[in-house]
């Protein structure tokens, strides 16, 4: 039996595949990178090699070839990155997850991993879980998402990796250990800890509203951090502020020179509520920025993360919404 291995054959095969696989290359590579513009961008380079230079054998499944070339060129994008200087802190890009939560621990199955180290596609995309991946190489980074995430065996992604076996447990190894400072922080983005940030978020915004320093300061863990991502195209702290006196001066004085008249909504991003404000400015401060809360065991909010860059934005809806 002949197979057809024209140019129009060749290109309606990989228009087929690259349909069928899009959103599971672009969860990969947005996982990979934290930028929804560069998993865009990325999948979109997927697609051209997948015409230009398709598998040897087309009859074969494509996914594990298309995810082998969407993991490299996500490697090579974040080692381009890391090169680059940016200004301020780093955050991932906020992406809608909408009504999705982790299910319970004990509904994670997997016959080569505990639940210890296993996580699933909602607290992957965690911005707690994306920064944490910061501390990995792109290489571990690979390896932790492909098997601790997408399930894959220390073949299959010994193989999309271009790595011996040997390797890939090694590599995986030291990912994993490069994780320790966040599993034994770990929170989940179950139900209830939804509802719970949901909560604390809601009281912190009445309290900037209000000048609250007392109730913002009572809000705050000791040692919360707050990171502000302006990429340097808006007014944006540029060095991490910690400690909740610190915090609290620094978000009462911008919540005391909002304009009157902004757009608050709430939505889930990355799991989690987020708010998100849009509102008309002067030249140089953001018109629109993302605003989420992280809170701990006891209730307390430990991180404040405020992303403003408009190219890191362009994955949240215009369109505001109250939270239930």
Same mark, same amino acid.
């Given at each position: 039996?002949?197979?057809?291995?024209?140019?129009?054959?060749?290109?309606? *095969?990989?228009?087929?595949?690259?349909?069928?696989?899009?959103?599971?290359?672009?969860?990969?590579?947005?996982?990979?990178?934290?930028?929804?513009?560069?998993?865009?961008?990325?999948?979109?380079?997927?697609? %051209?090699?997948?015409?230009?230079?398709?598998?040897?054998?087309?009859?074969?499944?494509?996914? +594990?070839?298309?995810?082998?070339?969407?993991?490299?060129?996500?490697?090579?994008?974040?080692?381009?990155?890391?090169?680059?200087?940016?200004?301020? $802190?780093?955050?991932?890009? $906020?992406?809608?997850?909408?009504?999705?939560?982790?299910?319970? +621990?004990?509904?994670?199955?997997?016959?080569?991993?505990?639940?210890?180290?296993?996580?699933?596609?909602?607290?992957?995309?965690?911005?707690?879980?994306?920064? *944490?991946?910061?501390?990995?190489? $792109?290489?571990?980074?690979?390896?932790?998402?492909?098997?601790?995430?997408?399930?894959?065996?220390?073949?299959?992604?010994?193989?999309?990796?271009?790595?011996?076996?040997?390797?890939?447990?090694?590599?995986?190894?030291?990912?994993?250990?490069?994780?320790?400072?966040?599993?034994?922080?770990?929170?989940?983005?179950?139900?209830?800890?939804?509802?719970?940030? *949901?909560?604390?978020?809601?009281?912190?915004?009445?309290?900037?509203?209000?000048?609250? %320093?007392?109730? %913002?300061? +009572?809000?705050?863990?000791?040692?919360?951090?707050?990171?502000?991502? !302006?990429?340097?195209?808006?007014?944006?702290?540029?060095?991490?502020?910690? !400690?909740?006196?610190?915090?609290?001066?620094?978000?009462?004085?911008?919540?005391?020179?909002?304009?009157?008249?902004?757009?608050?909504?709430?939505?889930?991003?990355? !799991?989690?509520?987020?708010?998100?404000?849009?509102?008309?400015?002067?030249?140089?401060? +953001? $018109?629109?920025?993302?605003?989420?809360?992280?809170?701990?065991?006891?209730?307390?909010?430990?991180?404040?993360?405020?992303?403003?860059?408009?190219?890191?934005?362009?994955?949240?809806?215009?369109?505001?919404?109250?939270?239930?």
């Amino acid at each position: 039996m002949t197979h057809d291995y024209s140019a129009e054959a060749i290109h309606a *095969a990989a228009s087929r595949e690259f349909q069928a696989h899009r959103q599971f290359l672009w969860g990969l590579c947005y996982r990979m990178t934290g930028s929804a513009a560069d998993a865009d961008d990325l999948v979109q380079e997927t697609f %051209v090699r997948a015409i230009e230079r398709p598998p040897v054998d087309m009859r074969a499944g494509w996914r +594990a070839w298309l995810a082998r070339v969407a993991t490299n060129l996500a490697i090579d994008a974040l080692r381009r990155r890391k090169r680059r200087e940016y200004i301020g $802190p780093w955050l991932p890009a $906020p992406i809608d997850t909408g009504d999705e939560a982790s299910p319970p +621990a004990h509904e994670i199955v997997s016959p080569e991993m505990s639940t210890e180290h296993r996580y699933d596609l909602i607290e992957s995309v965690s911005v707690a879980f994306l920064l *944490a991946l910061e501390h990995l190489t $792109p290489r571990q980074r690979a390896v932790l998402i492909l098997r601790d995430v997408f399930d894959y065996t220390v073949q299959e992604t010994a193989k999309a990796l271009d790595l011996t076996q040997s390797n890939v447990k090694v590599t995986h190894h030291r990912a994993r250990q490069a994780m320790t400072a966040y599993d034994e922080r770990r929170l989940r983005p179950t139900r209830d800890h939804q509802a719970r940030t *949901a909560e604390r978020l809601r009281e912190f915004l009445v309290c900037l509203q209000n000048q609250d %320093v007392a109730g %913002v300061e +009572a809000m705050l863990a000791k040692d919360v951090r707050s990171l502000n991502d !302006g990429g340097g195209e808006f007014y944006a702290a540029r060095q991490p502020v910690v !400690g909740s006196k610190n915090v609290a001066r620094l978000l009462l004085g911008l919540a005391a020179k909002r304009p009157r008249g902004e757009r608050l909504g709430f939505r889930m991003l990355n !799991g989690f509520p987020a708010l998100v404000v849009e509102a008309a400015v002067p030249q140089g401060f +953001a $018109p629109r920025f993302v605003l989420q809360v992280e809170v701990d065991r006891d209730g307390a909010i430990e991180a404040v993360h405020t992303v403003l860059a408009t190219r890191k934005l362009l994955a949240v809806p215009f369109e505001t919404q109250a939270l239930q």
